[in-house]
């Protein structure tokens, strides 16, 4: 049993895992998100110090806390010397060794694939005549059932990429005992993953035995791989330069308070004004134009997909917990100061009649069909829709939807996702819009069993 702490920090929304590791005295970060006052919590909770901040990789899915949390705490930042960065830095290479208090020792292992540079850190806890391996930080390598994807750097690199992946995943198996523990950064949901795992621990010896780039010869794996990666988040783009440039501490301060009149000029001048309540209550009454991404979903990858970058944004939610809640999630991804912000109820936000639309399930859209036709758009990804969809649906992906209402068809619209978040993000764009809609809130499992005909691969 090590006497080593390894203290997961989830950023569920974001699909992510930070990582602090002490003895009792001293500490280590492994991949710090942007909100670095988590980790300084954390710090005074267990009473240590923190001496070593690790940056696996250049992270394209969010913006690092790592420099700012190096400069607030006196930290040294750890990052590959290998990259391209603007900002000072501690360099590590493939084979270094760093000694972190008295008990443990980090081994930085390039395992290329994610990105070109990526490291893992194997940690191993010393002292005492003991020499244990505790476990692999292996950031966008080795992940649960899976690896990180290897397509973020252009498609010129991805073949060079997926196969550096394969190699580095049998490189960790090699090197580590079968009960060293993998504490990887990506795999939890985030669109850095290859592909997603509902797993929530594993050990090297567990990734043996299920693991594709562990189980499958390297043609295989490749080939299984690339043929099952969609979409990723058009945020990305922006991340990896950033990150490079070194992120400040953010200000999480509240935005300023705007009334009706002002949020009415916002939407007009093209601005985006964003309701945070759930889909249910923004379907009942909402303020006209406002855009609908509910914080019980996710909020920061959508949002954050969808809109062009640099557009203002005001925040609506029913509490500034709420509002300072949505501030948290956008500073990950790089908007970081939005416009204004408002809280209350629709009532508050506009001095116009409210807008609303209909929900329904999918057994309602099939009795519908019996009577009337009606245009049936589909917003998932199109990987999605190739799988399983409905006979004589549109398919407009939740991402191109905002440029593209214009190839809605004419017509009474219902849109559907796989659960419902995404098809009311797209009903409050329909709505702003001014189309006649109905939002249907329900899984597509329940589709084909209550009637409607599917085609596709799975249906």
Request: glycine letters at 10%; hydrophobic letters at 40%; one cysteine or more.
């Amino acid at each position: 049993m090590s006497a080593l702490t390894v203290v997961p920090i989830e950023t569920p929304t974001l699909g992510d895992r930070s990582y602090l590791v002490h003895d009792g005295e001293v500490a280590f970060m492994v991949d710090p998100q942007r909100d670095i006052d988590r980790v300084l919590s954390l710090l005074d909770e267990h009473g240590v110090r923190l001496t070593h901040v690790f940056e696996t990789h250049i992270h394209n899915d969010y913006l690092t806390g790592g420099l700012a949390l190096a400069q607030h705490t006196g930290a040294a930042y750890l990052v590959n010397g290998e990259d391209d960065v603007s900002f000072e830095r501690t360099p590590v290479a493939d084979g270094e060794t760093v000694e972190v208090g008295g008990r443990m020792r980090v081994t930085a292992l390039a395992t290329p694939g994610h990105t070109f540079t990526h490291l893992s850190y194997a940690l191993t806890e010393t002292g005492d005549d003991l020499d244990h391996s505790v476990g692999v930080f292996s950031g966008g390598s080795l992940l649960f059932g899976a690896t990180g994807r290897p397509d973020l750097l252009g498609e010129e690199h991805t073949d060079a990429l997926v196969r550096h992946q394969h190699a580095s995943a049998h490189r960790l198996a090699d090197l580590l005992p079968d009960e060293a523990d993998v504490y990887p950064t990506h795999g939890f949901g985030s669109f850095c993953a290859a592909s997603q795992s509902d797993a929530t621990e594993s050990t090297i010896g567990q990734e043996k035995k299920a693991n594709p780039a562990l189980t499958q010869d390297e043609q295989a794996y490749v080939d299984e791989l690339l043929a099952g990666l969609g979409a990723w988040p058009a945020y990305y783009t922006h991340m990896a330069p950033a990150n490079a440039s070194g992120p400040s501490e953010p200000d999480l301060s509240a935005p300023a308070v705007a009334d009706a009149s002002e949020l009415r000029k916002r939407i007009e001048a093209g601005e985006w004004v964003v309701d945070l309540r759930n889909r249910t209550a923004f379907a009942a009454g909402h303020a006209p134009g406002t855009l609908n991404f509910g914080l019980d979903g996710g909020f920061a990858t959508y949002l954050g997909w969808l809109i062009t970058w640099g557009t203002p944004v005001t925040l609506l939610g029913e509490s500034a917990d709420d509002v300072a809640e949505a501030q948290r999630e956008l500073v990950r991804i790089g908007i970081d100061r939005p416009a204004a912000h408002a809280t209350g109820s629709p009532e508050d936000w506009t001095d116009r009649e409210l807008g609303s639309f209909e929900t329904a399930t999918f057994a309602d859209l099939a009795q519908v069909r019996h009577h009337r036709e009606v245009v049936i758009l589909d917003v998932r990804r199109t990987d999605e829709h190739d799988k399983a969809k409905i006979v004589g649906a549109v398919n407009i992906p939740l991402h191109e939807l905002w440029h593209r209402l214009e190839d809605v068809p004419a017509g009474e619209v219902w849109v559907h996702c796989a659960g419902g978040y995404r098809a009311s993000v797209a009903a409050s764009m329909l709505a702003a819009a001014d189309r006649s809609l109905v939002a249907i809130d329900d899984s597509f499992d329940n589709a084909e069993s209550v009637g409607l005909n599917l085609v596709g691969p799975e249906a």
